[in-house]
């Protein structure tokens, strides 16, 4: 039971998920389409999202004994498994790259403007690497205290923000019907349910408690309600106008915040939740890479394996860099196409999987 996960640390987990995916990137994308109604956009994703999240846990319960590819493998075959494997590698990396990109890009616009972004990105490399040299266990155990952290920064800018809460900035409802706020569900749960894909690298057997199917889906909805108060908070505060002038408006908001009117500019204090919030994703999506990469190669990567915390960390950090020409065109893709590649990968895939493997189960049957 000691080497077993507690779901505590699965808990605090699934939190850091999808706060980092949804901040910056996927803020913008809910805002981008839902406008004034972007906390309905968040609600409806809320119950939306319980769709993948449920995939996931059927799948993860396939073989308990197992990873996710491993069981790939097993419903698919070894060798359409493996390209299957593969391409997923390629996305979570994928992934990985897009949430470094959004964590430099804030730091050097927000703080360090001044300061290459090789060196930025270098600084925080650092840990990264440290983490993924120490493994599960650790990481594990670091997500606990760093969701301490944040959660305590969370709540006091919760409290801060509202005296300057106008509940008016939340009309018209609906001015343009339903059509744009269910396109803006849909890009909530691409950055919210989505990304908790990556947690299926961990073997279900590998966590303590057996029965964890209603604590999983309390937690996604718990949080969740956390992210739609955040984006009512936006708008209430903002107003849709100036929030979508600003690529980080959550940031941007908690500049509005004072309390007892001589605590001011507390933006740079609070904004540390959501950069403990990216390092654990960030974390997590390479060592699902160096998992998937042991379990691909096996020994033709045997020599270089102790080499592969540092290998692709650095490959992040140069390809964050070359992918986007500008801002611009990064923002761009996170919101009109990341989340159609997110909805392949982290929906469409497990969803073939399990589709599959309740095919073949059933010809069992009546074969039997």
Known sequence: MKDKLQYLEIGTLIYFFIRASFIGIGLNCVLFYGKVDSWLCALLGMFMGLIPVCIYLKISTIDRKKHIHEIISKVMGNFLG??????????????????????????????????????????????????LTKGLRTMSRVSIILFMVSIVFYIFSIIGLIPAF????????????????????????????????????????????????????????????????????VIGVLGIDLALLYQYPDYQMLRRIQVGGF??????????????????????????????????????????????????PIAVLFLSRILWRNNTMFVNFTIKQFPMFTYFFFLGIPLLILIIYYIRKLKRKFAS
């Open 263 to 312: 605590i001011q500019r507390t933006e740079s204090i609070l904004a540390i939740q959501w950069l403990l919030c990216l390092f654990m994703m960030i974390s997590f999506c390479l060592f699902y890479c160096l998992k998937t990469t042991t379990f691909l190669f096996g020994k033709k990567v045997e020599k270089i394996k102790v080499y592969l915390p540092y290998i692709y």
């Open 166 to 233: 106008d509940s008016t900035n939340l009309l018209p409802f609906l001015e343009n019907g339903i059509t744009n706020p269910l396109l803006g569900a849909l890009g909530f749960v691409s950055y919210t349910a989505m990304p908790l894909f990556v947690l299926l690298i961990i073997p279900r057997e590998d966590v303590g408690e057996k029965k964890i199917e209603k604590k999983v889906i309390f937690t996604f909805l718990g949080v969740a309600c956390i992210t739609l108060l955040a984006i009512t908070n």
């Open 82 to 131: 493996k390209w299957i494997s593969f391409s997923l590698l390629l996305f979570v990396f994928m992934y990985s790259i897009v949430l470094f990109y959004d964590i430099i890009n804030f730091i050097s616009s927000e703080y360090l403007y001044k300061t290459p972004s090789y060196i930025i990105g270098a600084m925080i490399l650092i840990p990264v690497i440290y983490l």
